[in-house]
């Protein structure tokens, strides 16, 4: 069974910057490219960046692009979400998830893409 936590969400002002974590349980967390969503009250889950199994193809939100970095450390199990020049609206709940392959030319961007789920962590920024 694949465990998923995140943490590193809070209360920011505009402008600001967090790093969201996401450690991964279990053995197989090299072979699986990994991705973080975000979903905000009222809205669908949204996808927010991906990286592959290698970490050596990233891609991310147009919403994003330039601003949020994703990363991944396979000897320590965890994904990384580097937020930066925070806004608000970026806030909503932050997840992370292990995708079904672990590379896919186009990235996996859909949720559909993913099998396992973390719990999330709330980023709040204010204005």
């Known amino acids: 069974q694949v465990q998923l936590v995140e943490s590193g969400g809070g209360l920011v002002q505009a402008g600001g910057s967090l790093r969201l974590s996401c450690a991964a349980s279990g053995r197989t967390f090299s072979s699986y490219a990994m991705g973080w969503f975000r979903q905000a009250p009222g809205k669908e889950r949204e996808f927010v960046a991906t990286?592959?199994?290698?970490?050596?193809?990233?891609d991310y939100a147009d919403s994003v692009k330039g601003r949020f970095t994703i990363s991944r450390d396979n000897a320590k199990n965890t994904v990384y979400l580097q937020i930066d020049s925070l806004k608000p609206e970026d806030t909503a709940v932050y997840y992370c998830?292990?995708?079904?392959?672990?590379?896919?030319?186009?990235?996996?961007?859909?949720?559909?893409?993913?099998?396992?789920w973390g719990q999330g962590t709330q980023v709040t920024v204010s204005s």
């Open positions: 998830a292990r995708a079904i392959g672990s590379y896919k030319p186009s990235g996996f961007k859909n949720r559909r893409e993913y099998g396992y």
């Open positions: 990286i592959s199994w290698s970490g050596g193809n990233t």
